[in-house]
Antibody, heavy 119, light 108 residues
């Protein structure tokens, strides 16, 4: 059973960079034709794709966030990471990491981690 | 950019009765391989979303057969044949890395 766990600071100051890591257990991040993705959800609102990465390193980002987002993968640690720069209060949300099939379906989700942007 | 539009926004349901949610995309989700790249998710209160339907009409592992997905191209429907109390939550469609706004299903 694959499990994903997000980790990182729960509070980030405005204009700084939000950094989160997702640790994958129960399977190798390099096995299978999967992408690894970040998705976020502001409180009381809907879901928003941030981006995804293949283990080769190829990425796809949400155009609305592309200028501020970097997703990377560390296969040796079975982890992938998110960096979101120049954050504002609008970036306050629960951030989920997820495993994604090549055709876009998310079959495994992390439990989510709340990140608050505030001074 | 693709836009995914769901309706209704809110759906009060009676246990044992059917329910239906619509999802419309601004771009076709029909791939050249014949599959529709459209998924349905349910987010129960306080939980992470869970995959219900993938590729338009395929139930994910462990999903009860009262859930079904249909449609092609730009118009899709999720149907629950007989709603149960455990089906409450917010339903999202998703295509081309874009989610719909969600439909909140609650018991009358």
């Amino acid at each position: 059973q694959v499990q994903l766990q997000e980790s990182g600071p729960g509070l980030v100051k405005p204009s700084q960079t939000l950094s989160l890591t997702c640790t994958v257990s129960g399977g190798s991040i390099s096995s299978g034709s999967y992408y690894w993705s970040w998705i976020r959800q502001p409180a009381g609102k809907g879901l928003e794709w941030i981006g995804r990465i293949y283990t080769s390193g190829s990425t796809n980002y949400n155009p609305s966030l592309k200028s501020r987002v970097t997703i990377s993968v560390d296969t040796s640690k079975n982890q992938f990471s998110l960096k979101l720069s120049s954050v504002t209060a609008a970036d306050t949300a629960v951030y989920y990491c997820a495993r994604v099939y090549s055709y876009g379906s998310v079959d495994y989700w992390g439990q989510g981690t709340l990140v608050t942007v505030s001074s | 950019d693709i836009v995914m539009t769901q309706s209704p926004l809110s759906l009060p349901v009676t246990p044992g009765e059917p329910a239906s949610i619509s999802c419309r995309s601004s771009q076709s989700l029909l791939h050249s391989n014949g599959y529709n790249y459209l998924d349905w998710y349910l987010q129960k209160p306080g939980q992470s979303p869970q995959l219900l339907i993938y590729l338009g009409s395929n139930r994910a592992s462990g999903v009860p057969d009262r859930f079904s997905g249909s449609g092609s191209g730009t118009d899709f429907t999720l149907k629950i044949s007989r709603v149960e109390a455990e089906d409450v939550g917010v339903y999202y469609c998703s295509g081309k890395l874009t989610f719909g706004g969600g439909t909140k299903v609650e018991i009358k």
